[in-house]
């Protein structure tokens, strides 16, 4: 019996890997299989999952590398792609998809004992209380304008506005803390009724809770962490980039980042870096807030784990990833302004050389004297999808080609009839009923015997009509005293207007006969 073929083979077909890209300054590198290495002084960087696999070659001079984000933990990394990212001042940043940030390494730069010293000792002086209420006084601020301009929100606005009056008041961490607290729970509030959109292709698919932004809290923890919604997921991935860009402009300063003055000790935690964060976290939420309002969302970006904790896909999340250096920006002023209050607390010298600002390589004012005022948000625009179908779509638009001309359709439709509903009314029939009189009084006015003996019907046709497409509509509809949609009809030759009219549009068409 001869066999039979029951599971076809196919042709051994080499799979061609696609070329990584740097968008903004930032390569995102997810998926199995990550490697980083280098080749004959080249950085070689390969990701992807399954046979769809990317691959790039990046020189020393001329990549235009600022960022290497590696999302996930399956992968290896040489010491010397370590060594060739220090080189090139390349920070190197390792993050989970649900927030967490498991590495990150930047440029090496030399440090002061006496900042470090400083910074030790800050908790158990009064620096520590004037940099922790600052801090917090520029988020509330933000967050303040946020909850009033953005969320129309007065109530939590004026319990923010409060919380940051007495938190001038305040002589403790922990005071600091409670107002702190107190803000969150107000500003939180205002965040929870917001709507979540998808295109309605998805709409199927997500479930009630995926429609609104929801509590901060989550269900499986009680805290920010493992969040079950995409809104919150999207925020919590914000905020790990922003975590790793704190870590980064400290360490840049010669600052320990896991020495700070507002978020406790905890093993695992930076907490110098939390409390660099804090007054740029508005700043994301005005980033999310501005996406969510005008995009939707699409269902492909998530995916629900057994438990319920939503998870960005790696794509979706690369993305989020390039807004990395948009954050460093944001971060520096504020961590020199850390930096600058910490040396100032020094035993003044007779040359008193005070730290570089290496981050924003310039002494503003903000980073001598204060903090200066929060950065305006990044310019990488979210990606734009369809509100029906789902698929990419260029920004500033909501439709696809397809889909905008059923949406077109629909708007018409529905345009005409409330167009039908005003004409029908008691005012609009009454306006009709007028212009009507005035046209039967202009008709019984006009003498017959006025009009030239050459201009009959058959001249209009042949030798007026022809002329009228070179006369624009405003001027026919003043002309002649008639709307622009009569007058674009006329010019159309669709109407044959009343011969009372024929001589005015002979004129204004240019036709000069012949005596």
Not at 135 to 158: T, V
Not at 277 to 296: G, I, K, T
Request: hydrophobic share 40%.
């Amino acid at each position: 019996m001869a066999a039979t073929q029951t599971v076809p083979q196919q042709p051994h077909v080499r799979n061609l890997a696609t070329e990584i890209t740097s968008r903004h300054g930032v390569v995102t590198l997810c998926g199995f299989g990550i490697h980083i290495q280098v080749d004959r002084g080249h950085l070689l960087l390969a990701d992807g999952i399954g046979k769809d696999r990317r691959q790039a070659r990046l020189p020393r001079v001329g990549h235009g590398l600022k960022r290497l984000v590696m999302v996930g933990s399956h992968g290896m990394v040489s010491l010397d792609a370590l060594r060739w990212l220090a080189d090139q001042d390349v920070a190197f940043v390792m993050l989970k998809r649900n927030g967490s940030v498991l590495a990150t390494t930047g440029p090496v730069r030399p440090s002061d004992v006496r900042l470090r010293r400083a910074q030790a000792l800050a908790l158990h002086s009064d620096v520590g209380l004037r940099i922790a209420r600052g801090l917090i006084d520029q988020k509330l601020a933000a967050q303040e304008q946020i909850a009033r301009n953005r969320l129309h929100d007065s109530e939590s606005g004026d319990a923010i506005a409060n919380a940051r009056h007495e938190l001038s008041k305040t002589e403790s961490i922990d005071q600091i803390r409670l107002f702190e607290s107190h803000a969150a729970s107000a500003y939180w509030t205002a965040w929870r009724s917001l709507p979540i959109t998808y295109p309605k292709v998805d709409l199927r698919r997500i479930p009630n809770h995926w429609r609104f932004f929801g509590t901060r809290c989550s269900p499986l923890t009680g805290s920010p962490r493992l969040a079950v919604n995409p809104a919150n997921s999207i925020l919590n991935y914000l905020y790990a980039v922003l975590e790793s860009e704190s870590r980064l402009a400290l360490a840049a300063l010669g600052l320990d980042p896991g020495i700070g003055v507002l978020h406790l000790d905890t093993p695992r935690r930076d907490s110098l870096a939390c409390d660099l964060m804090e007054p740029v976290r508005p700043n994301v939420d005005a980033y999310l807030f501005d996406w969510v309002s005008r995009e939707p969302l699409r269902r492909d970006w998530f995916f629900e784990q057994r438990d319920g904790n939503c998870r960005l896909m790696g794509s979706f999340a690369a993305r989020l990833a390039e807004t990395a250096p948009a954050w460093g920006r944001a971060v520096a002023p504020f961590a020199e302004w850390i930096a600058q209050t910490l040396w100032s607390t020094r035993p003044q010298t007779t040359r008193p050389v005070s730290p570089a600002t290496r981050l924003t390589q310039t002494r503003r004012s903000q980073a001598r004297e204060g903090y200066g005022v929060l950065p305006s948000q990044p310019q990488i625009r979210p990606p734009a999808v369809c509100r029906t179908c789902g698929v990419a779509i260029k920004s500033g638009r909501n439709y696809c080609r397809t889909c905008a001309v059923s949406y077109s359709r629909k708007g018409l439709v529905e345009a005409a009839k409330l167009g039908r509903i005003a004409g029908h009314s008691p005012d609009a029939r009454a306006r009709q009923a007028e212009k009507q009189r005035g046209h039967a009084a202009a008709v019984k006015a006009w003498n017959r015997l006025d009009k030239p003996d050459w201009l009959t019907e058959q001249a209009y046709r042949t030798r007026i009509q022809p002329l009228l497409p070179g006369v624009t509509v405003p001027a026919i509809a003043s002309a002649l005293g008639v709307s622009e949609p009569y007058a674009a009809k006329i010019r159309a030759g669709r109407y044959e207007p009343h011969p009372r009219h024929w001589q005015i549009l002979a004129r204004i068409a240019g036709l000069t006969p012949a005596r």
